[in-house]
Structure formats: structure tokens, C-alpha cells
């Protein structure tokens, strides 16, 4: 089978198509002919090693894949050849064929396409697990979101509409903030354009949003904190700016709010049952058309560095998909 391996930390032209041997069945798991595997910003940290997972090498950048069971292994009662299923497994998923523990797999609803279904896992679960389960969003409240035509950005866009809470979506550009309000944001900030505490503070009649939810870092993160209304959440989502800003722990203390880390992976691992459930709900969302799970772009699995180079690019708007 065809695989995309990293075979030393590099960039995105360094990587390699390799025919490596298909996998083999172990006790409780399934191969999946991998159809669709998504790309995420943090693709393009693990292959450079500056990403806090530090797989051996080679190995397969692309944690989320969507595709068919194959073959299931000795135990395996809930699944059959044939299933469409879809998972995130961290890194590992840009190659034809994997093999995976039968209880990671969650089976993609009729009605969904398997490229939309491999890229909504990272994105959304990290956003519902952020949104729901970290800030407590309350219907009513204000939400702004750094970065909302990124594929966090506009999944938390999204889910904090279904969560019913006023959307202030905050991007770079007026195209991305046009693609911000296609997926129902109310109100758009342009922060190359307009410093944001400022823009934060004059959409909310001088409170300010109750939830920021950031996953761009840098300068943003200060600027929109001191915006940041009475009581409020500020969710640490990532870095894609690439500076991680420090914080005046002075505002903390002025604003009475709280500012809240979102380590969707290690919550995946500590809390099996909430991140299947949540899981199941986003796919139940997409397949009644509740999410969109915009695809950018898909990519042919050897335009692996182009596709990556879109996201580094700070290009992408939605998922960046890889067809396999
Ligand atoms: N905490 C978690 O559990 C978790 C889970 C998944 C992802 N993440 C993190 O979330 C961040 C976003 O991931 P993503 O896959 O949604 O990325 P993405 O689609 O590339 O979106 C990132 C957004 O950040 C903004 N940005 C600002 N400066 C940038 C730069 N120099 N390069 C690229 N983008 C820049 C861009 O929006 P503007 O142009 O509008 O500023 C872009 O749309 C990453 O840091 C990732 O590691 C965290």
C-alpha cells in the first residue's frame, strides 16, 4: 500500500510516498481502507518535531481518517466488512490502509460523505468538548472566536450557533469573515484591520464577549482578553500565529474571569465515553445538516506538501482533505 512517512523532522516537501507492507489484523482490531484523511494545523508541527507528540520514525502525518472496514480481528463483533467508519488516531492516517482498536471507530451515518465525515472529529470534537464541556456556553451568552475561518474557528462558529449563543466571528481577511457569516456568525471583526479589544468591546455595547475562544495566539490573545467581559471564559485553544503569548495576570484578577486550557487529546484519553458521545452527537449534527464541515480543499495523497502548505499559509478556510 501506498503511505505519506516523515522520515526525519522536515517540512512539507521533504516527506516521502513509500509502498509499504498493508497491515495485518491484531486480536480486537480492524484494517480500514482509508479513503478520505484529514489535515489540521498541528500536521504541519509534528512533521517539524515542534508539536508536543513525538511519534518514532517514519511515520504517517494526518490523525483523522474516514473509510471501510476491511478485515476485523479475532474479538471484533461490531463491525463487519464493508462499515463506514471514521476516527482519530493522532497521526498515522495519511496511507491506504490502518489498522485500529475496533473501539476507537465510530460508523459514519448514512447520508454523509466520507471526505466531509474524516474531517470532523479534531476540529469539532475539540470545539463541542471546548465550548460545552470547558466554558459552560449558556444560550444567550456572547462568544467570540480568534481565527473563525480556520477549521476550529469555524467549527466553533458553528457549534456555539447550535449552542445558541450570539456568534462574533474574528478573522484576517473579509473573505474568511464572509465565510464566518455563511456558517452563522452574527457579527464580524476584521482584527488586521482594527484593534480588537476596541472591536470586542464596541459589538458588545462595552461588556464585552462572555466566551473567547483562541486558537491563534500571539498578539491576539492579550488584545482580546482585555476585551473579555465580567465572569467571563477565555479558552487557550493553540497557537497558530506561533508566538505563545504570557499573560498579565493582573487582568484575571480585574475582569473576575477565568482563563480555561483546552487539551482535547488528553481529554479523548482520560475520558473515553464523553469523547465517543460527543463524537456521535457531532456526527448526528452533520448528517441532519445541523454543522456544514466545509472541505477547503481536497488534495491527492502526493500533493501531501501542497495541501500542508495551504494550511502553514494561513490559506485554508474549513478542512483540508486528503483523498487516498
Ligand atoms: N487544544 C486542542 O486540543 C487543539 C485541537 C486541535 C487544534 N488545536 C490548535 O488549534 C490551532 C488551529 O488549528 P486549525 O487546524 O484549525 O488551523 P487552521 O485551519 O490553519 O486555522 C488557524 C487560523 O489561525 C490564524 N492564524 C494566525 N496566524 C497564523 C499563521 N501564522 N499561520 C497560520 N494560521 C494563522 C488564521 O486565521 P486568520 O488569518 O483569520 O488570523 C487561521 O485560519 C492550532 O494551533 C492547533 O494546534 C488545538
Redesign the pocket.
Known amino acids: 500500500m501506498k503511505a505519506v512517512l516523515c522520515p526525519r523532522y522536515c517540512g512539507p516537501d521533504d516527506l516521502e510516498i513509500r509502498d509499504i507492507p498493508d497491515p495485518v489484523t491484531g486480536p480486537g482490531e480492524v484494517v480500514v481502507r482509508v479513503r478520505a484523511a484529514a489535515l489540521?494545523?498541528?500536521d504541519t508541527l509534528i512533521i517539524a518535531g515542534k508539536y508536543q507528540t513525538k511519534p518514532a520514525f517514519p511515520f504517517s502525518p494526518a490523525a483523522e481518517f474516514a473509510g471501510e472496514v476491511e478485515s476485523v480481528g479475532e474479538g471484533v463483533t461490531t463491525l463487519r466488512p464493508g462499515d463506514r467508519v471514521a476516527a482519530n488516531i493522532g497521526y498515522g492516517a495519511a496511507r491506504e490502509k490502518v489498522a485500529v482498536a475496533a473501539d476507537r471507530l465510530v460508523c459514519v451515518p448514512d447520508g454523509l460523505d466520507l471526505e466531509r465525515a474524516a474531517g470532523l472529529i479534531?476540529?469539532y470534537g475539540?470545539t463541542l468538548y471546548a465550548l460545552r464541556d470547558r466554558a459552560q456556553l449558556r444560550a444567550g451568552e456572547t462568544l467570540a472566536v480568534l481565527?473563525a475561518?480556520?477549521?476550529?474557528?469555524v467549527a466553533a462558529v458553528e457549534i456555539g450557533k447550535l449552542l445558541g449563543a450570539r456568534v462574533i466571528a474574528c478573522?484576517?481577511?473579509a473573505e474568511?469573515l464572509a465565510f464566518a457569516q455563511q456558517h452563522g456568525a452574527d457579527v464580524a471583526i476584521n482584527y488586521a484591520d482594527e484593534d480588537l479589544k476596541d472591536a470586542l468591546r464596541r459589538v458588545t455595547g462595552g461588556q464585552g464577549p462572555d466566551v473567547i475562544y483562541d486558537?491563534?495566539g500571539?498578539r491576539a490573545t492579550e488584545s482580546a482578553l482585555r476585551a473579555i467581559a465580567w465572569g467571563g471564559r477565555f479558552l487557550v485553544?493553540?497557537?497558530?500565529?506561533?508566538d505563545i503569548p504570557k499573560l498579565p495576570l493582573n487582568l484575571v484578577l480585574l475582569k473576575g474571569c477565568d482563563v480555561r486550557g483546552?487539551?482535547?487529546?488528553a481529554w479523548t484519553q482520560r475520558d473515553r465515553a464523553g469523547d465517543r458521545a460527543n463524537t456521535e452527537q457531532i456526527l448526528a449534527w452533520c448528517a441532519q445538516g445541523k454543522l456544514r464541515a466545509h472541505v477547503h480543499r481536497t488534495f491527492a495523497l502526493d500533493e501531501i506538501a501542497q495541501a500542508l502548505h495551504t494550511?502553514?499559509d494561513?490559506k485554508?478556510m474549513g478542512k483540508v482533505i486528503l483523498r487516498v
Open positions: 489540521n494545523f498541528f479534531v476540529t475539540t481565527g475561518a480556520g477549521g476550529v474557528g478573522a484576517s481577511s474568511k486558537p491563534v500571539g485553544v493553540g497557537f497558530a500565529a506561533g483546552v487539551f482535547w487529546g494550511l502553514a494561513r485554508a
